[in-house]
């Protein structure tokens, strides 16, 4: 799969587009017909995908270094370490997490098991992105999703879904959950990912709201691990601030957008 360079950028004018290698400082322009050809390479396109004259196009740039491969690579047991640190600087930090979901051990006996679905994206040989996961009850979990923040804004991140989508459905998964920060909840619902709500309650805080809670809203599951009430309801609206309003009516600790994709 090819792709523009991390040092290349391009802008469109009334008619041409302007290419800059913003490293080599070359220039170049071209037709502006050629747009849409440059918001796909911009995502990653296979040449297979492309007819005669983006083949030359893509062909020409080649020739002037402006492009990089990207590659789908499994992650290696023995470099997870590494995986471990661009989650933290690129996920966790990011979002202010104060726990971590998943413990590091957690994560790497789950990569033993799971090799297929613990995905890297690499432009060239720079690791940009990273996608895990490993099935739970009746569905595939998509657990950890990060893109590193030079890289954004290009697509890259629906990639990975779209690859660990499509492995997903090799192994015959009919369905996949993601847990989603607040600030990836349009993510999600862009790439199709039906969103409700999942809410966190202590056995022993406020019974009497636990069964209010029932009554109220549609109940999708509910779980007891053990002190704890885990109880997913139908909530199709995008609305942080309800996040909270759940968390304060019904004495919850934690409460959190999911996401789930029925896979054809």
Not at 118 to 125: E, S
Not at 127 to 137: A, D, K, T, Y
């Amino acid at each position: 799969m090819k792709t523009l360079s991390k040092h290349v950028k391009y802008r469109a004018e009334k008619e041409s587009i302007f290419i800059c290698n913003c490293k080599e400082l070359i220039d170049l322009k071209v037709d502006n017909k050629y747009l849409p050809f440059f918001d796909r390479l911009n995502k990653g396109i296979e040449e297979k995908d492309l007819d005669n004259q983006e083949k030359q196009l893509l062909k020409e740039l080649s020739k002037l270094k402006l492009l990089s491969e990207l590659k789908f690579k499994k992650l290696e047991y023995k470099k997870y370490e590494e995986v471990w640190n661009f989650l933290e600087k690129y996920l966790f930090l990011e979002s202010n997490m104060k726990d971590r979901p998943r413990s590091y051990d957690f994560l790497l006996d789950k990569l033993k098991e799971n090799q297929d679905f613990f995905i890297g994206l690499f432009m060239d040989n720079e690791l940009i992105g990273v996608i895990q996961g490993f099935p739970r009850e009746d569905y595939f979990l998509m657990s950890e999703i990060a893109v590193s923040k030079k890289f954004r804004s290009r697509g890259f991140g629906a990639l990975l879904v779209n690859e660990f989508e499509k492995r997903a459905k090799q192994k015959k998964f009919k369905k996949i959950k993601a847990g989603a920060q607040n600030n990836a909840v349009n993510f999600y619902k862009k790439l199709g990912y039906i969103p409700s709500i999942l809410i966190q309650i202590n056995k022993k805080d406020k019974i009497k709201d636990f069964e209010k809670l029932i009554k109220k809203y549609k109940i999708m599951s509910l779980k007891e691990i053990d002190d704890n009430i885990i109880i997913e309801i139908g909530y199709q609206k995008l609305d942080i601030s309800f996040l909270d309003e759940l968390k304060k009516e019904f004495n919850a600790f934690s409460t959190q957008y999911i996401f789930t994709k029925y896979l054809k």
